[in-house]
C-alpha cells in the first residue's frame, strides 16, 4: 500500500506491550531510494530519544489507519539505536520542499513522497507545479527519473524535460 510521508509523521507507534512514541520521520538511502528507517520520537518516554527502527519491524497485520504497530517489545525499542550521521541516508522531511529542476529549468517543488510498505520504497515523489506552470498541478514523478539531489542548493534535479513532468501522472488527491 501507498502512504503520504507527511500523513504518517506523528502517527502513534505501538510496541507490542505498549506504546512508544510517533513517527518522527523517515531516512532512506539516496542511491536506491529505499526506506532504511522510521524514525520514532519518543516523547517522554526514553527522555525524548529520537530512535532508528528498520522498517523489517513494521507489523502490517496489527497496523491500522491511526497507529503504526511493530514487531518488537519496548525493551527491544529501547535497545535500538539513536540517531547517528551516515552519509548515504538521508531525511524524508528534508527533501520535501526542495525545488525540482529539468535541464530545461525549474518547474516544481516537491510536496511529498509516497512509501510503498511492502518493499519500503519511494515510490514516488509528489511534484507541485502550479506556481510554475499555468494551470498547473500535482504529479508523480518516479526516483528513477533523478540524476541527483544537490542537497546544499536544496534542489532534485532529474532527466526529464519540463513537458515530461507536466506529462506524468496526476497524484491522488491529498
Same mark, same amino acid.
Given at each position: ?36 528507517? %522510521? ?35 519496548? !525493551? ?17 522531511? !528534508? ?5 525540482? !529542476? ?11 513522497? %509516497? ?44 532527466? %526529464? ?14
Amino acid at each position: 500500500m501507498l502512504h503520504r510521508v507527511k500523513e504518517l509523521q506523528g502517527d502513534p507507534i505501538v510496541a507490542v506491550d505498549g506504546r512508544i512514541g510517533s513517527l518522527d520521520d523517515l531516512y532512506f538511502e539516496d542511491q536506491r531510494w529505499d526506506v532504511r528507517y %522510521l524514525v520514532v520520537a519518543t516523547g517522554g518516554w526514553l527522555t525524548g530519544r529520537k530512535l532508528l527502527i528498520p522498517p523489517a519491524a513494521f507489523d502490517r497485520e496489527h497496523t491500522s489507519h491511526d497507529s503504526i504497530a511493530l514487531q518488537l517489545t519496548r !525493551e527491544q525499542v529501547e535497545k535500538s539505536p539513536g540517531m547517528a550521521a551516515d552519509r548515504n541516508l538521508r531525511s524524508s522531511a !528534508e527533501v520535501i520542499g526542495y525545488a525540482l !529542476e529539468t535541464p530545461d529549468g525549474e518547474i516544481g517543488h516537491v510536496e511529498d513522497i %509516497l512509501i510503498d510498505d511492502i518493499n519500503w520504497a519511494i515510490a514516488d515523489m509528489v511534484i507541485d507545479t502550479r506556481k510554475w506552470l499555468p494551470g498547473g498541478k500535482r504529479v508523480l514523478v518516479a526516483p528513477s527519473a533523478v540524476e541527483h539531489i544537490d542537497w546544499p542548493r536544496r534542489k532534485v534535479r532529474v532527466r %526529464l524535460s519540463r513537458d515530461e513532468v507536466e506529462n506524468s501522472p496526476e497524484a491522488p488527491p491529498l
